[in-house]
Nanobody, 124 residues
Framework: QVQLVESGGGLVQAGGSLRLSCAAS????????MGWFRQAPGKERECVAT????????FYVDSVKGRFTISRDNAKNTVYLQMNSLKPEDTAVYYC?????????????????WGQGTQVTVSS
């Protein structure tokens, strides 16, 4: 079992920044690729970014490229999502997820463990 706890969400004005953190506990964090997903009301869960277990093999959805940065610190069992130049359309509940193996996946069905989510609201 891997337990994931997100933090860092909140309310921010358009153009602002937030940094999400996801702390993992349980099994060896460095054995898992990680992903950040988001889900807005009435919409499907969407992959935002993924990162491989070594910190390489990074993927971003087109809508966040150049604005968001995913990173991880295996010594701290934590994955981060730095979000800059936020837009109202970034408003959603953000989830982190863990996938056993070296590479992430943009498909949420391929993840084994999920956090409870953290709300991000961007006002215009």
């Amino acid at each position: 079992q891997v337990q994931l706890v997100e933090s860092g969400g909140g309310l921010v004005q358009a153009g602002g920044s937030l940094r999400l953190s996801c702390a993992a506990s349980g099994r060896t964090f460095s054995n898992y690729a990680m992903g950040w997903f988001r889900q807005a009301p009435g919409k499907e869960r969407e992959c935002v970014a993924t990162i491989g277990w070594s910190g390489e093999s990074i993927f971003y959805v087109d809508s966040v490229k150049g604005r968001f940065t995913i990173s991880r610190d295996n010594a701290k069992n934590t994955v981060y999502l730095q979000m800059n130049s936020l837009k109202p359309e970034d408003t959603a509940v953000y989830y982190c997820a863990a996938r056993n193996g070296p590479y992430g996946s943009p498909s949420y069905q391929n993840y084994d463990y999920w956090g409870q989510g953290t709300q991000v609201t961007v006002s215009s």
